[in-house]
């Protein structure tokens, strides 16, 4: 089925290891976005990309790396865990932002990311 | 930056009567959307309004936004016990890359039956 769909639903780690969350679209939307979700700051985002090997900073990057090479995916990858990334992070898609009307995103159902 | 906030941040209702959530932001902006997220769920794009629109109907969701008081509110009428979920507006602001949304920190709607 068309869609967006991320994995692992739920992850635990430890301090200090590197863990990779992956997102896959069927659409073939040109943006892709990684945000996380914590309690009092609504959704932030980390990184996004604009076409397959072009991504950008967000508002929240630091300890994040992504990659594009596809597409369909990117990846979210945390280097080094550390508690404070404990989080939900989501992926989302829109077809190309090309005028002032905007687009809007569809979002995965998330991955519950634990750091002990 | 969180550059919008909704108001209130919770809300409780009967089925059958109206919601109304209000968003307010601060610098100019392209549109505003408001999304709904269910527990456990990811977000659902409900209505995208650009900056030179004033007012958008979807069933029974209305949006307005008055672009020189930098605020937005939705209104969902009739409400249903299905509508309980977080809303969000997020915007779109002129200032940076177009797509790059800011989202408030949501209103939590519980509607009993």
């Known amino acids: 089925d068309a869609g967006i769909t991320q994995s692992p639903r739920y992850k635990i780690t430890e301090t200090g290891r590197q863990v990779t969350l992956m997102c896959h679209q069927t659409w073939s939307h040109s943006y892709m976005f990684w945000y996380r979700q914590d309690l009092g700051h609504g959704l932030r985002l980390i990184y996004y990309?604009?076409?397959?090997?072009?991504?950008d900073k967000g508002e929240v990057p630091d300890g994040y790396v992504v990659s594009r090479s596809k597409t369909e995916n990117f990846p979210l990858t945390l280097e080094s865990a550390t508690r404070s990334q404990t989080s939900v992070y989501f992926c989302?898609?829109?077809?190309?932002?090309?005028?002032?009307?905007?687009?809007?995103?569809?979002f995965g159902d998330g991955t519950r990311l634990s750091i002990l | 930056s969180q550059q919008g906030e909704e108001d209130p941040q919770a809300l409780s209702i009967q089925e059958g009567e109206n919601a109304t959530m209000n968003c307010s932001y601060k610098?100019?902006?392209?549109?505003l959307q408001w999304y709904r997220q269910n527990s456990g769920r990811g977000l659902v794009h409900l209505i995208l309004i650009r900056s030179n629109e004033r007012e958008k109907h979807s069933g029974r969701l209305r949006v307005t936004l008055d672009t020189s008081k930098k605020s937005s509110s939705l209104l969902i009428t009739a409400s249903r016990a299905a509508d309980t979920a977080s809303y969000f507006c997020?915007?779109?602001?002129?200032?940076?890359?177009?797509?790059?949304?800011?989202f408030g920190a949501g209103t939590q709607v519980v509607v009993t039956p």
């Open positions: 990309s604009a076409a397959a090997d072009i991504t």
């Open positions: 989302a898609s829109s077809e190309s932002v090309t005028s002032r009307g905007g687009q809007p995103q569809h």
């Open positions: 997020a915007t779109d602001p002129t200032t940076d890359s177009w797509g790059k949304l800011q």
């Open positions: 610098t100019s902006i392209n549109n």
